[in-house]
C-alpha cells in the first residue's frame, strides 16, 4: 500500500522536516484535473508526492479486474513514499488538484541517506498501523459498522459542521470491501435513524454523534 503520513505530525518532527525542507528547496508544483493519473500503479517510483490542493486517491487493480481503493489523502499529506523501487497502487486527482513533488535523488542529496530511510521506517510503521486498522474493519465489521467508522474518520479530517465527501459511493465501496448498492443503504439507514443527514450527495452532517461513535468503535 502506498505509505502517507501528515508532514506536520509531531511524532514524525525529524524526518518531516528534512522531507519539508527538500520539498520548498527542490521540489516543484503541478495541477491535475480530476481522475487525471498522478503515477501508474508499478510505475518506478522516483518522486516523493505532497498533496497541495484538493484529495488524491490510490488504488489497485486485481489480475480479475476489480479495484480496491487504498487511501484518500488530503492537503498536507505526503505520498508515494514506497518501500520499493515501484509504486504498489496508482494514484489518481480524485478532485481538481494541485501536488508539490520532489525527487527522491533530490531528497537525498540535501537529507542524507540516513535521513531518507528514517522518513521511509517511519511512514512504514505509520501506514502499518492503518493498514491493521483496515484489516480489522474489512474482516469483523459489519457493512454498517465500516460505513460508520468512514463518516466518522471524514468528519475528524475537517472541522466544519458539514462535511465534504469528494469521493463517490463507487469510491468508498472499494475502499470498505462493500458493493455500491450496500453502502447506499446503509447510508440510507442511518440518515433514516438521524444518526447523519445528508443535504446532498456530496455533503454530511452527523446528528447523533455518539451513536455514529458507538457504531465506529
Known sequence: ?????????PRTARPATALTQAFERHGGRQAFARDEEIYAQDQEAELLYRVVRGVVRTSRLTVDGRRQVGDFYYPGDLFGLEPGPDHRFAAEALTDCEVQLVRRSAVRAFAGDAELDRAILEATRQEMERLQDHVVMLGRKSARERVACFLMAMAERQADGQVELPMSRQDMADYL???IETVSRMLTQ??????VEFPSTRRFQIRKW??????AA
Open 210 to 215: 455518539t451513536a455514529l461513535e458507538a457504531l
Open 1 to 9: 500500500m502506498t505509505l502517507a503520513y501528515p508532514m506536520s505530525d
Open 177 to 179: 470491501g462493500l458493493t
Open 190 to 195: 442511518l440518515q433514516g435513524e438521524s444518526i
